[in-house]
Each structure stands twice: as structure tokens, then as C-alpha cells.
């Protein structure tokens, strides 16, 4: 009986033993680290794609969760302007939006500000206007925000063969130009995939303005459609060029550089 005891007293302080030695164990463990929580605000964004020139409603706008730390201070935050899909409903859009994107007020112009044309010109850029035809305007399937070549076709006399037929000389005087407008449409009409109209309104330079002006008066003038892919290409123009649009180019006589301009 005294040994049993011995036995059953043994086992009990040896798993006493044990259930201290797991519970000193678990209280040096340390604490579990809490999970980083992303802070995030709410950004107005494009609900679907906006195009140039067209009148944004609060249909067009809604809120995004956006990361905190990536929100530019160019956006439209929730917690600074709560009613700005009411405030900023109306403007129009002075550049495309795609879905998704943040709306940038930059971007827009009010109705009721300065006109359109004025707010979507470039700084130094100007808006001129010249007619236009179905053959003279790659068929109607030139849009606002396209970039064309301008070029000008004129008939002169032929003097090396006299009562021989006019000659007909073509050139590009205005290479990758951005198409503002067609008619009075600075967009496409009904969602349709061309505009046919008799005036289109380029984005010229000062003096690109002023060669459009005189080349109206000398000939006939017909825009070709840029590919999307060459928009951002680099004219390389040849000396002959420069001479005939009346630009300067340098002449070394004798190891001296000086420069002469020509007038078309």
C-alpha cells in the first residue's frame, strides 16, 4: 500500500513538473505583432471614359478607394471635398479621361468660363482654321485630337518647254499638326466614327499660322492622317526643304558660317 502511494505521489510531482516547465516556456514567447493597416482615402475617379470636349456629369464620376500614400495632392479627396462631383458636374473636358482615372481639375474647363478653344490651347499655340473637302480631308475619317500632315499643291507654268501642260508641285509645309476641331465640333458627333465637315481648326505655332495663311492663297491644301504609332517621330526635313518654306540655313564660305534665308 505504502509503495502505491510512493507511485502515484511520483507521477503527480513529475507532471506538476512538467505543466510548469510548458507554461514558463509559452510566457517567454513574444507577442505576435499586429498586421500594418494600409491607409487609404476616397478619390474621384473616371467612372467611364470622358472624352475631349465632352460635358462631365455626376453619372461620369465616382469614388475610389486609393491608397494613402500614392494619392497625389492633384486629386479630388472625399474627406477634403465631399461634394465635388456637384461642383465640378458641368465642366468640360480639355483632355480625355480614360475609366478609373483620377479626375484632376487641370483637366476641365468651366462652361461658363473662357471659351473652349481658348482653354484647350497650349500655352503659345495657336487655333487657325482652313476649308476643307471629303477629298482634301482623308474622307471624313479625320477626328479632333488627331495629328495630320498639311500639304500644299500648286500648278505653275512650265517654262523649260513652252505650251507644254502646267506642272503640279506637292509638298508637306506642315508636318504632324493636332486637329482641334472639325466644323464646330471639338468631338466626335453622336458617337459616330467620322465627321465630314468643311472647316477644320488646327493647333499651330505663330509661325506655322502665318505659312498656312500665305499657302491658302497659292494653291490647294489637303491634310494627311497621321498614324498613332509615328505621332511622337522626329521630322527630318533636307536643306531643299528649308530653302522652299523659307527658313535658314547655314552657308561656310572660305571657313566662315553665316546664314541665309530664303522666302517661298
Not at 516547465?21 to 475617379?45: C, M
Not at 478653344?117 to 475619317?141: D, K, N, V
Amino acid at each position: 500500500m505504502k509503495t502505491a502511494r510512493i507511485v502515484v505521489l511520483t507521477i503527480a510531482v513529475g507532471a506538476g513538473g512538467i505543466a510548469a516547465y510548458l507554461a514558463s516556456g509559452s510566457d517567454n514567447r513574444a507577442p505576435a505583432e499586429p498586421a500594418a493597416t494600409l491607409q487609404t482615402v476616397d478619390v474621384l475617379v473616371a467612372k467611364s471614359d470622358i472624352g475631349l470636349g465632352q460635358t462631365v456629369t455626376p453619372e461620369d464620376m465616382l469614388w475610389q478607394t486609393w491608397p494613402a500614400a500614392t494619392a497625389s495632392n492633384t486629386f479630388i479627396q472625399r474627406n477634403q471635398r465631399p461634394e465635388a462631383t456637384t461642383q465640378i458636374a458641368g465642366s468640360i473636358a480639355r483632355a480625355p479621361f480614360i475609366a478609373g482615372e483620377p479626375i484632376r481639375e487641370p483637366k476641365l474647363v468651366k462652361a461658363n468660363g473662357s471659351g473652349f478653344m481658348a482653354a484647350i490651347l497650349p500655352a503659345g499655340m495657336r487655333a487657325i482654321s482652313t476649308e476643307i473637302s471629303p477629298e482634301t480631308g482623308a474622307g471624313g475619317f479625320i477626328l479632333p485630337n488627331d495629328r495630320v500632315d498639311v500639304i500644299l499643291s500648286k500648278r505653275e507654268k512650265n517654262t523649260a518647254l513652252p505650251g507644254a501642260p502646267d506642272m503640279v508641285n506637292s509638298e508637306v509645309i506642315l508636318p504632324n499638326v493636332r486637329v482641334l476641331a472639325i466644323d464646330q465640333a471639338p468631338k466626335e458627333k453622336d458617337g459616330q466614327n467620322t465627321v465630314v465637315g468643311k472647316t477644320v481648326t488646327l493647333e499651330l505655332r505663330p509661325e506655322q499660322a502665318e505659312t498656312l495663311a500665305r499657302a491658302r492663297q497659292t494653291g490647294t491644301l489637303a491634310l494627311a492622317l497621321r498614324s498613332m504609332a509615328d505621332i511622337n517621330m522626329v521630322e527630318n526635313r533636307t536643306d531643299d526643304q528649308r530653302l522652299r518654306r523659307g527658313e535658314a540655313v547655314s552657308v561656310v564660305r572660305y571657313g566662315i558660317p553665316s546664314s541665309t534665308v530664303t522666302q517661298k
